[in-house]
């Protein structure tokens, strides 16, 4: 498996709270990504980044905020949390060897609940 | 705008045989890749094939390919002999941009194969 982790890996809080999700990768890979996965829309692009403090908006980006200091970690944070964040978090790399056909690798998930 | 569609919610195949899984793109880059991916219900996300928008052959791996017509813009995935392990949630993926893009990565809604014995 590709090093990936995605921290925590289950999380609960209260609406308006803020949360940071961690996703950490020792394969040195450019590109890092941040999806959620909802019943009926498959998996949405929030944000991504292209290398250390290039990032960028996905699909559904209002309401996250993203940064990326170090080419191993890439942090995704609600600044108030909503139930409509609720969600799965999943969050991906790929290589930049320059291999168009260079597919996208997976962390676990992390299962948040905004109650 | 990029986008993708994938048009099947749920599907039901006997075991052994043959499935399609639709996919349909839009996109107004020349230079773009398409990808499949399996979550079983583990949910873990496994990439099972690719095609570029320039390979001149439909891609094939094992008992996967794609049938990949450009200009009706589809990348269907072709499943041959389905097993009970292939049941599980397939999504479509679209890369847009060449090698000096910034490979954003979208996803369709995904499709739930489940395969009867």
């Avoid at chain 1, 209002?62 to 978090?89: H, I, M, N, P, W």
């Avoid at chain 2, 052994?16 to 398409?34: H, I, M, N, Q, R």
Wanted: proline share 3%; net charge positive.
């Amino acid at each position: 498996d590709a090093g990936i982790t995605q921290s925590p890996r289950h999380k609960v809080t209260e609406t308006g709270t803020p949360v940071t999700l961690r996703c950490h990768q020792t394969e040195n890979h450019r590109y890092m990504y941040w999806y959620r996965q909802d019943p009926g829309h498959g998996l949405r692009l929030i944000h991504y980044s292209y290398g250390v403090k290039d990032t960028d908006k996905g699909e559904v980006s209002d309401g996250y905020s993203v940064s990326r200091s170090k080419t191993e970690d890439f942090l995704l944070t609600l600044e108030s949390a909503t139930s409509s964040q609720t969600s799965v978090y999943f969050c991906a790399i790929k290589n930049s060897t320059g291999k168009l056909n260079s597919p996208l690798h997976f962390g676990n998930g992390t299962r948040l609940t905004v109650t | 705008a990029q986008k993708i569609t994938q048009t099947q919610p749920g599907m039901f195949v006997q075991e052994k045989e043959a499935v399609t899984l639709d996919c349909t793109y839009d996109t107004s880059d020349p230079s773009y890749g398409l990808f499949w991916y399996k979550q079983p219900s583990s949910g873990e996300m496994i990439f099972l094939i690719y095609q570029g928008s320039y390979d001149q052959q439909n891609a094939t791996e094992g008992r996967y390919s794609l049938n990949f017509q450009k200009a009706r813009k589809s990348a269907n995935l072709v499943i041959s002999a389905s097993q009970l392990g292939d049941s599980a949630m397939y999504f479509c993926a679209m890369r847009e941009g060449g090698y000096s893009s910034a490979s954003k990565i979208i996803f369709g809604s995904g499709t739930r194969l489940s395969i009867r014995p």
